[in-house]
Nanobody, 122 residues
């Protein structure tokens, strides 16, 4: 079974940048979709971005479009989330996930990392 491990979170000021990494152990099949979700206290886990493992096709939540970029390196089994122009409302635990459908629905994802905290101060 694929295990996912996130890193790169931290505490920053509004307007700063962070880059999150997600490294997978085990084989990721070409049909897979890798995604980032986030969860703030008292809120449901929400979709941030996804990327198809084979084609690299990407999808973003409207709230992060133009500020966040998802990318991957198949040879290194790694997915990144570059976050620029961070806002206080971006504060959340960020999770990496693996699924097999091009979907922003968290129910479609079967493997999850442990999460990494991102805190943005105003």
């Amino acid at each position: 079974q694929v295990q996912l491990a996130e890193s790169g979170g931290g505490s920053v000021q509004s307007g700063a940048s962070l880059r999150l990494s997600c490294t997978a152990s085990g084989r990721i099949y070409s049909s897979a979709v890798m995604a980032w979700f986030r969860q703030s206290p008292g809120k449901e886990r929400e979709f941030v971005a996804l990327i198809r493992w084979h084609s690299g096709t990407m999808l973003y939540a409207d709230s992060v479009k133009g500020r966040f970029t998802i990318s991957k390196n198949n040879a290194e089994n790694t997915v990144w989330l570059q976050m620029n122009s961070l806002k206080p409302e971006d504060t959340a635990v960020y999770y990496c996930a693996r699924g097999s459908h091009y979907s922003s629905n968290r129910a479609e994802y079967v493997n999850w990392g442990q999460g990494t905290q991102v805190s943005v101060a105003s």
